[in-house]
């Protein structure tokens, strides 16, 4: 069975770094989309990407976040300065033109 | 904009047990709903899917879920549950008009006990 792939399961960084999420979708699929999960609580939609650019995104999306889908077949969320609430477990998920979401198993990112 | 509501954090039930996990949600427009289920260190998993259609949807492990548009409710139902099925529920909502976009409830944690 087709499957989204996450990279890495888990990343702890300095407060201040830059970190790359990266995410190979199913191939097929034409929808991607990141979302976080903060320790409990609700999962939270970021962003949506469809025929290369953000088709939407919300507000916790803003400056410091940026998506890219360099080469067609990974699809990265890049945090350009983390602060320590941006320590979640972030999904990657894809889409074909039915509404239905794969996701991957999450990276967990830890900034200390 | 949607919400999703999972008016049950926890529910605790007895092996063989019947158990339904609630889920209402509030939209102005028509909706998709979802169940996904999250197994501890796992990712989340599509359990089952109301997209249009008859309004009693079925997964292959026994739930099913019944899409009740007067009550805005979507509510997760299993006549016996089995250990296996402790695991986080999260019902979700994705607006007709909002994209692919999907708005997730809070989650309710089913421990199922010997």
């Known amino acids: 069975e087709p499957e989204v792939t996450q990279t890495p399961s888990h990343q702890v960084t300095q407060m201040g770094q830059e970190v790359i999420l990266r995410c190979v979708p199913i191939?097929?699929?034409?929808?991607f989309y990141w979302y976080r999960q903060i320790l409990g609580q609700k999962v939270e939609f970021l962003v949506s990407f469809y025929n290369n650019e953000i088709s939407e995104k919300s507000e916790i999306f803003d400056d410091q976040f940026s998506v890219e889908r360099p080469d067609g077949s990974n699809f990265t969320l890049k945090i350009r300065s983390t602060k320590l609430e941006d320590s979640a477990m972030y999904f990657c998920?894809?889409?074909?033109?039915?509404?239905?979401?794969?996701f991957g198993q999450g990276t967990r990112l830890t900034v200390v | 904009a949607q919400s999703v509501t999972q008016l049950d954090s926890q529910v605790p039930v007895f092996e063989e047990a019947p158990v339904e996990l609630r889920c209402n949600y509030s939209?102005?427009?028509?909706?998709?709903l979802f169940w996904y289920v999250q197994y501890p260190n796992q990712g989340l998993q599509l359990l089952l899917k109301?997209?249009?259609?008859?309004?009693l949807v079925e997964s292959i492990n026994g739930f099913e879920a019944e899409f009740n548009k007067s009550q805005t409710s979507f509510h997760l139902r299993k006549p016996s549950v089995h250990i296996s099925d402790t695991a986080e529920y999260f019902c979700a909502v994705s607006e007709d008009n909002a994209g692919n976009m999907l708005t997730f409830g809070g989650g309710t944690r089913l421990m199922v006990k010997p």
């Open positions: 191939s097929n699929h034409l929808y």
């Open positions: 939209s102005s427009v028509s909706v998709y």
């Open positions: 109301y997209l249009s259609g008859s309004t």
């Open positions: 998920a894809s889409s074909g033109d039915d509404r239905q979401a794969f």
